[in-house]
């Protein structure tokens, strides 16, 4: 992907390198640019080698095999296991390396739940496990020194922040498994992103929670502020991570875009609440089943599943209708 500033409003673009050198209007501000040529890739010098003449002489050629070559007599076992080997591998280790096609490799509702079943899916998870109980430290953190430790858990919330956002936009463009961690880049667009993520969530997810903290009332007001969180909270949340823009915090050009994809954005909030409500109940049977000391930790590892799981829903939503959505250049 080619990324840019717009010429005019300093909105941050990106857009396939088939389109370099065009020129479009910028989704904020409707005037017109040019897209940047790709970089040039940097060249190396590599140490020069003989040929070596390959050639099969003529009178072999009769000889040479063409298929595929057969299984040895009693490998039939093996090559199962070998299989079943390369598939888990596949499951559990990073899959930054192969092409985002879209393409699932299991049924679509297994393959959703695969989602974080990676290396790197597992290292975020454990991230993600440790900073919510880290908080537990810090009365003790103003004895070791208070600041480092605030800065240690500073750096955690924010890498979660982004790497949240990252699975989003990773799945956006096909990715089936979570993307690698640690590949943030500049830091400084690792925090353009997680402000303007936190912007979001302040206009479209706290009104009805500090409506019910300040009045602990759940009238028509609440309930009100409860279908605006529903309706523009995840849309906004998938413009921002694709626009990296403040475009994303208006609700008309939110409403626009839900009602190209009306149908299908229903069903994702669907889809999002039967979720919700598995990983729930998941967590209330843990509840009955698991020692009280152990309870705490399989809530949080649980919530850290869901969270990918949802990230990857969200992302493959604007795969699938990015089309209808008309959102880049």
């Not at 909105?11 to 940047?36: D, F, M, W, Y």
């Not at 403040?246 to 909030?269: E, K, Q, T």
């Not at 049977?285 to 599943?305: E, K, N, Q």
Request: proline residues 8%; glycine residues 8%.
């Amino acid at each position: 992907m080619i990324r840019f500033p717009c010429q005019h409003c300093g909105a941050k673009l990106q857009i396939s390198p088939a389109h370099a050198g065009k020129e479009g209007l910028c989704p904020r501000c409707k005037n017109k640019l040019t897209v940047p040529p790709m970089p040039e890739p940097e060249l190396e010098l590599v140490r020069e080698e003989t040929p070596v003449d390959t050639r099969i002489p003529s009178k072999l050629l009769e000889e040479v095999a063409v298929g595929p070559r057969p299984l040895p007599v009693g490998k039939d076992d093996d090559s199962r296991q070998n299989r079943l080997v390369q598939t888990l591998s596949d499951l559990l280790n990073r899959d930054d390396a192969r092409e985002h096609t879209g393409v699932r490799r299991l049924p679509w509702f297994l393959d959703i739940l695969l989602y974080p079943a990676n290396l790197s899916g597992m290292i975020t998870i454990v991230f993600m496990v440790i900073f919510p109980f880290s908080l537990g430290f810090l009365p003790m953190a103003f004895l070791w020194g208070g600041i480092r430790f605030w800065g240690f858990l500073g750096v955690i919330g924010l890498y979660l922040g982004w790497y949240l956002a990252e699975c989003v936009y990773d799945s956006a463009k096909g990715g089936t498994r979570a993307p690698p961690v640690f590949d943030v880049g500049d830091w400084d667009d690792l925090w353009s992103r997680v402000s303007y993520l936190m912007a979001v969530y302040i206009l479209f997810g706290v009104p009805p929670i500090l409506y019910r903290v300040l009045t602990g009332r759940a009238d028509v007001i609440f309930w009100l502020l409860m279908v605006w969180a529903l309706v523009f909270l995840p849309m906004g949340l998938l413009a921002m991570v694709i626009h990296d823009s403040i475009s994303a915090l208006n609700p008309l050009f939110l409403l626009d875009s839900i009602r190209r994809v009306l149908g299908p954005y229903l069903c994702l909030l669907l889809g999002t609440g039967v979720l919700v409500g598995l990983f729930w109940h998941a967590g209330g049977a843990g509840r009955r089943l698991t020692l009280p000391i152990v309870l705490p930790l399989f809530h949080v590892l649980l919530s850290a599943y869901a969270a990918l799981v949802l990230t990857h829903l969200l992302g493959r939503f604007y795969w699938r209708y990015r089309d209808r959505l008309d959102w880049g250049i």
